[in-house]
């Protein structure tokens, strides 16, 4: 898989859960390592529906091929005077994607839910800053990432947000171009 920078808007735990099950697993069985930065509950529900497809999750994390890290710890380690620092985001999220696997030069897959987590907080700045630093890290680092965004947000999607991805994950976990959407009146969800 290319590198691509996708958002999935979901309506449900289980649904974002089982979509992103699938795009690590994709992964996962072509030895590309994983890193998830969610809440103790979608991290729950990935881990589950990773189990369902077959994949031993303890012996994934021991290897360090599955990393799972809190999206609220990660967000506050990176944040100075409410804005993501970043030189606090490399020396955090840079080196969690750097130490996947324990290899260099293998793509991974990554699934965040920090911009959302400022999204509802009412820090749409602060969370288009973060988009922009996970951009970077994506040029620096081999990697996928797919980010999530729940139902709690007031209104639509805002095109600012959605432009800032490169694909819109549909439910069946098939990425599409952003180009190819209508994103006047938000994302399909």
């Known amino acids: ?6 958002v999935r808007y979901y309506r449900s735990a289980d649904s974002v859960c089982q979509v992103v099950a699938v795009f690590l697993g994709r992964g996962l069985s ?3 390592p994983a890193l998830v930065i969610a809440t103790p509950k ?11 497809a077959s994949f031993s999750v303890a012996s994934l994390q021991q290897r360090c091929q ?9 967000l506050s380690a990176i944040m100075v005077n409410g804005t993501p620092d970043p030189v606090r985001f490399e020396s955090v999220v840079g080196a969690l994607v750097a130490g996947l696997g ?10 965040d839910e920090m911009v959302d987590l400022l999204w509802k907080r009412g820090q749409p700045t602060a ?17 996928s990432l797919l980010c999530g965004h729940g139902p709690d947000q ?13 694909h819109v994950v549909a439910d069946n976990g ?14 399909d969800r």
């Open 42 to 52: 979608h991290r729950a529900g990935v881990r589950k529906f990773l189990r369902v």
């Open 1 to 6: 898989m290319n590198s691509f920078h996708g």
């Open 127 to 143: 969370a288009l800053q973060l988009e922009t630093l996970w951009d970077r890290l994506l040029g620096v680092h081999e990697c």
């Open 66 to 74: 599955l990393v799972m890290a809190d999206a609220s710890r990660t």
């Open 102 to 111: 324990e290899t260099k030069h293998r793509h991974a897959r990554v699934y």
């Open 154 to 166: 007031p209104g639509k999607p805002a095109r600012a947000l959605i432009a800032r991805h490169s």
């Open 174 to 187: 098939v990425p599409h171009p952003v180009g190819d959407l209508d994103v006047s009146n938000g994302a």
């Open 30 to 32: 072509c030895d590309e």
